[in-house]
Nanobody, 122 residues
Framework: QVQLVESGGGSVQPGGSLRLSCAAS????????MGWYRQAPGKERELVST???????TYADSVKGRFTISRDNPKNTVILQMDSLKPEDTAIYYC????????????????WGQGTQVTVSS
């Protein structure tokens, strides 16, 4: 019902920047919260940042002041600007969307992207 396409991952040196993008498409009626999670090797998936339809944002303490989340509602897109990257930011980053969607019956669902690798290393 909802497909998420992520882009923008890659490798960067400490102190560098990356910009992740996630575009949602499909039988979408409306999107509530959009966000990013990450999972490092051997660790559980953790919240990085979220943004509501109204623009309210949340950030993990570990990324506050370095990452900025934004969204383009008409384009159903969420962006994560990551600055001052650290080696501990290395992980697979997943886009997450809570949306009302459906062809015949509209239901609230939680959708995930396929993940994009971010590697911070010198």
């Amino acid at each position: 019902q909802v497909q998420l396409v992520e882009s923008g991952g890659g490798s960067v040196q400490p102190g560098g920047s990356l910009r992740l993008s996630c575009a949602a498409s499909g039988s979408i009626f409306s999107i509530n919260t959009m966000g990013w999670y990450r999972q490092a090797p051997g660790k559980e998936r953790e919240l990085v940042s979220t943004v509501t339809k109204a623009g309210s944002t949340t950030y993990a303490d570990s990324v506050k002041g370095r990452f900025t989340i934004s969204r383009d509602n008409p384009k159903n897109t969420v962006i994560l600007q990551m600055d001052s990257l650290k080696p501990e930011d290395t992980a697979i980053y997943y886009c997450n969307v809570e949306a009302l969607a459906g062809l015949k019956t509209i239901t609230l669902g939680d959708y995930w992207g396929q993940g994009t690798q971010v590697t911070v290393s010198s």
